[in-house]
């Protein structure tokens, strides 16, 4: 083989020494021809002649005296180059750069240094690089018309070229810039060439060179990507910038087709490299700043502490290795009788403490108590109102705004790149979850209108509702409002939100009464009503098929308790195992109204601790003892969080660090935002550890939050809540904005329904937290209210791409960010988005499945990884897997 390689290498020498000798006599023939030319032509260009010929003289002697000198041949390249120019009338520049290269490589292999060769080689690049534009470059050379071309390489021999350029970049000293802007004429070429030919070359080239400069070279190459993104475009280094992209479209030159759709797909999106930002200046923080971070420091550890972990992460109890779609189970809500646990539970102060016997004395899981929770609400609510943190957080912010703005000018081709070299997947067959939709308004207002005709066409006798003493049929339901299935229309219906709901929360929920009726909201849109709820059961599965149908949706619908009697847990379970209401693409959330006010004022509760009583003892029944509500148990498994809802903007009365206990709280007022907080988050946290102790899924607290109202609000859910839906207001505080970065909280933002009810379209965050790499994602809320298309999750989706201008780069991510909010199974997301998702950057990405490049998500990972070491002032330990 080695042998074989040296044979080839001396006949390569030998060759192009042929071709060069030969290349010389007919350019000097050329230059003969023309000089007779001249002369005959006006005698005053004698003197020019002269001159010419002095030059060329004096750089046969340099070239003559020098044994390689690299200062020679840039002169001598130099000179050859003006000459050029002063020929030329193209506008494009000749490829001097690469001329210059290969000259320094035959220089420097061969220790010779003939002008002959010099020129010879020049040709055939010039030849090489203008393709398109032979013709102009003869011209410019003088070429009289008749003689042939200079063409000493056959054709084939473009990518070796190429190569031959780039090692000998390697040898120069001054090589870096050179050295990358070759190599990305060699990998640009990959768009035009037959990227295995060219590899194959460049192999039997380098083992015929035996130069080990080369393949120190070729390694540096590799592993410097830095400077060349994944087009093969080199970031302009000095004299690189010469060399222009081949493969951008819209390239000064213009004459290099754009790479066909099939040569996109071969390139492996995974070895997609970018341009990563050196501008993050050696960040030593002031002294001040350094307070700042510490402070920060602690609020993350404070929540860090408050926080249910799961003890054994998911993917470590179920290890995926079959990548087959995850199979559907057949009968979701079958029930096997489970055994009842010894385990003790009791309500102390208004939060669920568990034993594990009757007889025993020690607490099984330790829960933060109020008087801590409110204290440390408060040391919260102090920092982020602090002048100096507010300045460095909101600095922070703006940074990293202006570094994903600079990532994105430099790297957007190279992403849609990548996204174009990803097969099959494209924005509308990545998963996306809505993770933040409201069950009783899951259908949009056609849908519903629609249903409502065919129950009056179908089923006009079914009686419905009991009103005023009477029971009353569909028909004389709609008898009774003077209503006819045939006058019905979406404007009479009158569902949806308009310009009287903004700011109106109250007009927003009366929206809810189809026909402003709230009998017909009963019928329709309850579960606890006289047909069980068999209307908005029937009508749900329509929504459910439509998710299967669309195949890449999910949702994870918000289905109320109220907390007004204990029962309303059976009622709903049953209601959702009865109706047979299970979707793959389906999971629920539990939403709290937090209506004790009106409760109190109705008297259905005495105290606050009814509420909770009503709320959280049937959940500890049913998880010590199964069997005591089978359908709960089983309705749990598809329960993945718990949500608090309503109007936050209602003026409250901050908690102090002294709070009534729920008991205590019997006087009419509605507790403020975060003692509702507090108490679901204590409860659910001793649920969540006694479950997991059980081998029981368990129930992520995720609230709306931030929507309206308080700062405070995002506070309390920053310590205690997994992911918050809304978060607007996120906008009023950098510090707990930062914080929300730092800590990745999901924000489930739904920008329409901000539109309708809190804030305008163009004023909404989204954009500027998706800017800032906050985990964002794109939500519906009430698709009854405000979306108009039958995929309310994909309009969400359009109008924020249109408006804020969302590459398909951006919106793959934000889909993304969905699924990883979303509480589905760890079967399903590593199906959806990659089997390795819950690691951090580029290693949790599959780009097959998820449709985003790793460039995007190296960029996020490396950006939040400076800012935690920032914040942590170089200590931070980043463990390589997200936490759940
Ligand atoms: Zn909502």
Same mark, same amino acid.
């Given at each position: 083989?080695?042998?074989?390689?040296?044979?080839?290498?001396?006949?390569?020498?030998?060759?192009?020494?042929?071709?060069?000798?030969?290349?010389?006599?007919?350019?000097?023939? #050329?230059?003969?021809?023309?000089?007779?030319?001249?002369?005959?032509?006006?005698?005053? +260009?004698?003197?020019?002649?002269?001159?010419?010929?002095?030059?060329?003289?004096?750089?046969?002697?340099?070239?003559?005296?020098?044994?390689?000198?690299?200062?020679?041949?840039?002169?001598?390249?130099?000179?050859?180059? +003006? +000459?050029?120019?002063?020929?030329?009338?193209?506008?494009?520049?000749?490829?001097?750069?690469?001329?210059?290269?290969?000259?320094?490589?035959?220089?420097?292999?061969?220790?010779?240094?003939?002008?002959?060769?010099?020129?010879?080689?020049?040709?055939?690049?010039?030849?090489?690089?203008?393709?398109?534009?032979?013709?102009?470059?003869?011209?410019?050379?003088?070429?009289?018309?008749?003689?042939?071309?200079?063409?000493?390489?056959?054709?084939?021999?473009?990518?070796?070229?190429?190569?031959?350029?780039?090692?000998?970049?390697?040898?120069?000293?001054?090589?870096?810039?050179?050295?990358?802007?070759?190599?990305?004429?060699?990998?640009?070429?990959?768009?035009?060439?037959?990227?295995?030919?060219?590899?194959?070359?460049?192999?039997?080239?380098?083992?015929?060179?035996?130069?080990?400069?080369?393949?120190?070279?070729?390694?540096?190459?590799?592993? *410097?990507?830095?400077?060349?993104?994944?087009?093969?475009?080199?970031?302009?280094?000095?004299?690189?910038?010469?060399?222009?992209?081949?493969?951008?479209?819209?390239?000064?030159?213009?004459?290099?087709?754009?790479?066909?759709?099939?040569?996109?797909?071969?390139?492996?999106?995974?070895?997609?490299?970018?341009?990563?930002?050196?501008?993050?200046?050696?960040?030593?923080?002031?002294?001040?700043?350094?307070?700042?971070?510490?402070?920060?420091?602690?609020?993350?550890?404070?929540?860090?502490?408050?926080?249910?972990?799961?003890?054994?992460?998911?993917?470590?109890?179920?290890?995926?290795?079959?990548?087959?779609?995850?199979?559907?189970?057949?009968?979701?809500?079958?029930?096997?009788?489970?055994?009842?646990?010894?385990?003790?539970?009791?309500?102390?102060?208004?939060?669920?403490?568990?034993?594990?016997?009757?007889?025993?004395?020690?607490?099984?899981?330790?829960?933060?108590?109020?008087?801590?929770?409110?204290?440390?609400?408060?040391?919260?609510?102090?920092?982020?109102?602090?002048?100096?943190?507010?300045?460095?957080?909101?600095?922070?912010?703006?940074?990293?705004?202006?570094?994903?703005?600079?990532?994105?000018?430099?790297?957007?081709?190279?992403?849609?790149?990548?996204?174009?070299?990803?097969?099959?997947?494209?924005?509308?067959?990545?998963?996306?979850?809505? #993770?933040?939709?409201?069950?009783?308004?899951?259908?949009?207002?056609?849908?519903?209108?629609?249903?409502?005709?065919?129950?009056?066409?179908?089923?006009?006798?079914?009686?419905?509702?009991?009103?005023?003493?009477?029971?009353?049929?569909?028909?004389?339901?709609?008898?009774?409002?003077?209503? #006819?299935?045939?006058?019905?229309?979406?404007?009479?219906?009158?569902?949806?939100?308009?310009?009287?709901?903004?700011?109106?929360?109250?007009?927003?929920?009366?929206?809810?009464?189809?026909?402003?009726?709230?009998?017909?909201?009963?019928?329709?849109?309850?579960?606890?009503?006289?047909?069980?709820?068999?209307?908005?059961?029937?009508?749900?599965?329509?929504?459910?098929?439509?998710?299967?149908?669309?195949?890449?949706?999910?949702?994870?619908?918000?289905?109320?308790?109220?907390?007004?009697?204990?029962?309303?847990?059976?009622?709903?379970?049953?209601?959702?195992?009865?109706?047979?209401?299970?979707?793959?693409?389906?999971?629920?959330?539990?939403?709290?109204?937090?209506?004790?006010?009106?409760?109190?004022?109705?008297?259905?509760? #005495?105290?606050?601790?009814?509420?909770?009583?009503?709320?959280?003892?049937?959940?500890?029944?049913?998880?010590?003892?199964?069997?005591?509500?089978?359908?709960?148990?089983?309705?749990?498994?598809?329960?993945?969080?718990?949500?608090?809802?309503?109007?936050?903007?209602?003026?409250?009365?901050?908690?102090?660090?002294?709070?009534?206990?729920?008991?205590?709280?019997?006087?009419?007022?509605?507790?403020?935002?975060?003692?509702?907080?507090?108490?679901?988050?204590?409860?659910?946290?001793?649920?969540?550890?006694?479950?997991?102790?059980?081998?029981?899924?368990?129930?992520?607290?995720?609230?709306?939050?931030?929507?309206?109202?308080?700062?405070?609000?995002?506070?309390?859910?920053?310590?205690?809540?997994?992911?918050?839906?809304?978060?607007?207001?996120?906008?009023?505080?950098?510090?707990?904005?930062?914080?929300?970065?730092?800590?990745?909280?999901?924000?489930? *933002?739904?920008?329409?329904?901000?539109?309708?009810?809190?804030?305008?379209?163009?004023?909404?965050?989204?954009?500027?937290?998706?800017? +800032?790499?906050?985990?964002?994602?794109?939500?519906?809320?009430?698709?009854?209210?405000?979306?108009?298309?039958?995929?309310?999750?994909?309009?969400?989706?359009?109008?924020?791409?249109?408006?804020?201008?969302?590459?398909?780069?951006?919106?793959?991510?934000?889909?993304?960010?969905?699924?990883?909010?979303?509480?589905?199974?760890?079967?399903?997301?590593?199906?959806?988005?990659?089997?390795?998702?819950?690691?951090?950057?580029?290693?949790?990405?599959?780009?097959?499945?998820?449709?985003?490049?790793?460039?995007?998500?190296?960029?996020?990972? *490396?950006?939040?990884?400076?800012?935690?070491?920032?914040?942590?002032?170089?200590?931070?330990?980043?463990?390589?897997?997200?936490?759940?």
């Amino acid at each position: 083989m080695d042998e074989y390689a040296v044979h080839l290498a001396i006949a390569a020498i030998a060759g192009a020494s042929v071709v060069a000798i030969s290349a010389y006599f007919m350019h000097r023939k #050329t230059l003969a021809q023309i000089l007779e030319f001249a002369r005959s032509m006006e005698k005053e +260009r004698d003197r020019v002649k002269e001159k010419d010929a002095k030059e060329n003289s004096t750089l046969l002697e340099e070239s003559a005296g020098n044994a390689g000198g690299m200062y020679h041949y840039k002169r001598r390249n130099h000179l050859s180059r +003006r +000459r050029i120019a002063i020929g030329r009338t193209s506008a494009s520049l000749p490829d001097v750069t690469v001329a210059r290269k290969m000259n320094g490589t035959e220089g420097e292999e061969r220790g010779i240094g003939s002008d002959a060769e010099v020129v010879s080689t020049e040709m055939v690049f010039k030849d090489d690089d203008d393709d398109d534009d032979d013709d102009d470059y003869y011209k410019g050379m003088g070429v009289p018309p008749g003689l042939p071309k200079v063409q000493t390489f056959p054709k084939v021999s473009n990518s070796i070229k190429r190569i031959v350029g780039h090692v000998t970049k390697e040898s120069s000293p001054k090589s870096p810039a050179t050295c990358t802007s070759t190599f990305d004429s060699l990998e640009g070429s990959d768009d035009e060439d037959n990227v295995e030919n060219n590899a194959e070359i460049h192999g039997s080239y380098l083992e015929a060179d035996e130069n080990a400069e080369d393949t120190e070279c070729n390694t540096f190459i590799q592993t *410097m990507p830095d400077h060349i993104d994944a087009n093969g475009n080199p970031i302009p280094l000095g004299s690189a910038n010469i060399i222009r992209s081949h493969s951008k479209s819209g390239d000064l030159h213009g004459v290099q087709p754009d790479p066909i759709a099939a040569d996109i797909l071969r390139k492996e999106p995974e070895h997609e490299t970018f341009i990563r930002l050196k501008i993050t200046p050696n960040e030593i923080p002031s002294m001040d700043e350094a307070e700042a971070y510490m402070v920060l420091q602690e609020c993350l550890q404070l929540r860090e502490d408050y926080l249910f972990m799961e003890e054994v992460a998911p993917w470590e109890k179920e290890v995926i290795t079959d990548p087959s779609t995850p199979k559907a189970n057949p009968n979701p809500f079958s029930y096997t009788s489970e055994k009842k646990t010894d385990h003790y539970f009791q309500m102390e102060d208004g939060v669920v403490q568990v034993y594990a016997n009757k007889s025993s004395k020690d607490k099984l899981f330790n829960v933060v108590d109020a008087t801590t929770f409110f204290t440390d609400l408060h040391r919260i609510l102090r920092i982020i109102a602090s002048g100096n943190i507010r300045s460095v957080c909101h600095r922070r912010l703006v940074l990293l705004e202006q570094k994903f703005n600079l990532h994105v000018m430099l790297n957007s081709d190279a992403e849609f790149l990548a996204q174009k070299s990803a097969p099959h997947r494209d924005f509308y067959n990545v998963r996306k979850v809505d #993770t933040h939709v409201h069950h009783s308004a899951c259908m949009n207002q056609k849908h519903l209108l629609r249903f409502i005709k065919s129950k009056l066409r179908k089923e006009p006798d079914e009686v419905v509702i009991f009103r005023d003493g009477t029971y009353l049929t569909l028909k004389e339901v709609f008898e009774s409002l003077d209503l #006819t299935g045939y006058d019905l229309n979406v404007d009479l219906l009158d569902v949806h939100a308009d310009k009287s709901t903004f700011h109106r929360f109250d007009k927003f929920n009366l929206k809810y009464n189809p026909c402003g009726q709230s009998r017909l909201r009963e019928i329709f849109l309850k579960q606890d009503n006289l047909i069980q709820g068999r209307f908005l059961g029937e009508v749900t599965k329509q929504v459910f098929s439509d998710l299967t149908a669309s195949k890449y949706q999910m949702a994870e619908y918000r289905i109320s308790i109220y907390g007004r009697k204990q029962s309303e847990w059976d009622q709903l379970a049953s209601w959702i195992v009865n109706n047979d209401l299970y979707s793959e693409n389906v999971v629920w959330l539990i939403q709290l109204p937090r209506l004790y006010n009106i409760y109190k004022g109705m008297g259905i509760v #005495t105290s606050f601790q009814n509420i909770l009583d009503n709320i959280f003892l049937p959940l500890f029944e049913v998880t010590v003892d199964p069997d005591s509500h089978p359908q709960l148990h089983v309705f749990l498994k598809k329960v993945v969080g718990f949500d608090l809802v309503d109007d936050e903007s209602k003026p409250e009365r901050r908690p102090t660090k002294h709070m009534p206990t729920p008991e205590q709280w019997t006087n009419v007022f509605n507790p403020a935002f975060s003692y509702y907080v507090y108490y679901c988050y204590a409860n659910l946290y001793t649920l969540n550890k006694l479950r997991e102790s059980k081998g029981l899924s368990t129930i992520k607290l995720r609230p709306h939050t931030g929507e309206a109202g308080d700062i405070d609000h995002l506070a309390a859910s920053f310590l205690t809540s997994h992911a918050i839906a809304h978060g607007i207001n996120l906008r009023k505080s950098p510090v707990l904005q930062y914080l929300y970065y730092l800590a990745q909280i999901g924000l489930a *933002m739904s920008p329409l329904s901000n539109n309708s009810l809190f804030l305008d379209y163009q004023r909404n965050p989204f954009q500027t937290f998706f800017l +800032r790499g906050l985990n964002v994602s794109l939500s519906t809320d009430d698709p009854l209210q405000i979306h108009l298309t039958k995929e309310p999750l994909v309009e969400e989706y359009s109008i924020a791409a249109s408006v804020w201008k969302l590459s398909s780069c951006d919106l793959c991510e934000i889909a993304r960010n969905s699924v990883y909010q979303s509480g589905f199974s760890h079967a399903l997301k590593s199906h959806w988005i990659g089997k390795s998702y819950y690691k951090r950057g580029p290693d949790g990405n599959d780009i097959h499945k998820t449709n985003v490049p790793h460039i995007r998500l190296e960029f996020r990972d *490396m950006l939040w990884r400076d800012e935690m070491q920032l914040v942590y002032l170089g200590n931070a330990d980043i463990p390589d897997e997200i936490p759940t």
